[in-house]
């Protein structure tokens, strides 16, 4: 079974970075794409960043567009997620998850088979 571990999540003052992890296990595809997605109180899933298993298509969510940065370790099988300039709006539960397609329409949660269990991001002063 795929297994997805989220990790790095903390309580950050705006303009803060942090770094999240997912370690990934379980699987034996070559290809594939990762995304990470997050998820306020009271809101809908939203996407906020995706990499295809070539590495070559990086996307990301209008709002954290020049601010974050997706990657991936493969001989770690790890995702990464680099936060720069941190908003409080960027609070949320951040969420890895993996889907044996393209990264073509990633942004549809729906489309993504397994995640992980959730890292918690807090941005406040």
């Known amino acids: 079974d795929v297994r997805l571990v989220e990790s790095g999540g903390a309580s950050v003052q705006p303009g803060g970075s942090l770094r999240l992890s997912c370690e990934a296990s379980?699987?034996?595809?070559?290809?594939?794409?990762m995304a990470w997605f997050r998820q306020a109180p009271g809101k809908a899933r939203e996407p906020v960043a995706a990499l295809d298993s070539d590495e070559i298509t990086a996307d990301y969510g209008d709002s954290v567009k020049g601010r974050f940065t997706i990657s991936r370790d493969p001989d770690k099988d790890t995702l990464y997620l680099q936060m720069n300039s941190l908003k409080p709006e960027d609070t949320g539960i951040y969420y890895c998850a993996v889907r044996f397609l393209s990264c073509a329409s990633w942004y549809v949660a729906a489309d993504f088979r397994d995640w992980g269990q959730g890292t918690q991001v807090t941005v406040s002063s």
């Open positions: 379980g699987y034996r595809y070559y290809f594939f794409c």
